[in-house]
């Protein structure tokens, strides 16, 4: 390992160490904040796909963790940090407000925009054009033309919806990202991708003992968080690249179903089952 590879890996395991530490502390504040209330706690339960009753604020808590983690992780300028904070954060608020306000049983973007043609306008319609717009912005803090503006933009949010789509079963969505991002600490993105990395982690095992969820908050904070790692670091083909890569894999999923697909496959299977109650 070269110099530089090993200053970068420091560089994500501080911002790894940083996030974890965040992310534990946030929610315990958050379990404090919603214990104190039996109506705000109820709010934040869901049940999930085996009708267990889980709570919603593991999305909160990460994204504040990454947030935070973010701002003193070393290696990152200010527009890029403005950047990495200003998406998940985005991401985070309107996930959170299709969380707690879904007004539908439509799913997918399908769903949505068959919603829309019919005259009603969703909560996952409005977090799209939200996380798109936010999206855009963390974009042009890059200073870039406008083409890559555009791309870097659609880049974020695709990459916050695409996680979100993997956030069906516990951990799926988390096991996900860090196989994305755990090899890319070695790289120039470390900085940005460490307090992903240490979030994660740090929830990982509620998440897999069924006592907690994502949701959409917690996911689209993720996948925005790798969109700007993207964006940031890798050359306009490879942005463009990537970005059609996962616009084919939303399209998909409109199609035909990821849990499917991955039970069929005795080695996602395995993956995916690794850690859970059953």
Not at 39 to 61: C, H, I, M, Y
Request: net charge positive; aromatic share 6%.
């Amino acid at each position: 390992m070269d110099t530089s590879t090993a200053y970068r890996l420091v560089q994500g395991l501080a911002g790894a160490a940083l996030g974890a530490v965040a992310t534990r502390t946030s929610a315990t504040l958050f379990t404090r904040l919603a214990t104190s209330c039996d109506s705000n706690r109820r709010k934040w339960e869901r049940l999930n796909f085996r009708g267990r009753t889980v709570s919603l604020r593991e999305g909160p808590a990460l994204a504040v963790g990454m947030c935070v983690a973010g701002m003193f992780v070393p290696g990152l300028d200010p527009r890029t940090r403005a950047a990495a904070a200003l998406a998940a954060a985005g991401a985070a608020g309107f996930g959170a407000y299709d969380d707690l306000s879904a007004n539908g049983k439509e799913r997918g973007l399908r769903g949505h925009f068959g919603a829309l043609s019919r005259g009603r306008i969703t909560t996952g319609l409005v977090k799209v054009v939200g996380i798109g717009a936010t999206g855009l912005a963390a974009a042009a803090l890059l200073r870039r033309g406008p083409v890559d503006t555009l791309v870097d933009g659609a880049l974020i949010a695709a990459g916050a919806n695409l996680v979100n789509l993997f956030d069906l079963r516990p951990g799926r969505a988390t096991k996900f990202v860090l196989f994305m991002a755990g090899p890319a600490l070695f790289s120039s993105a470390a900085p940005l991708l460490g307090p992903a990395v240490g979030a994660s982690i740090a929830l990982l095992p509620d998440e897999l003992a069924e006592r907690s969820m994502l949701g959409d908050a917690g996911a689209n904070a993720l996948g925005a968080a790798l969109g700007v790692a993207a964006v940031a670091q890798a050359e306009r083909s490879m942005r463009v690249t990537l970005l059609g890569g996962v616009l084919a894999l939303t399209l998909a999923s409109e199609r035909t179903s990821f849990s499917r697909i991955i039970d069929r496959v005795p080695p996602l299977r395995g993956i995916d089952r690794w850690g859970r109650c059953a």
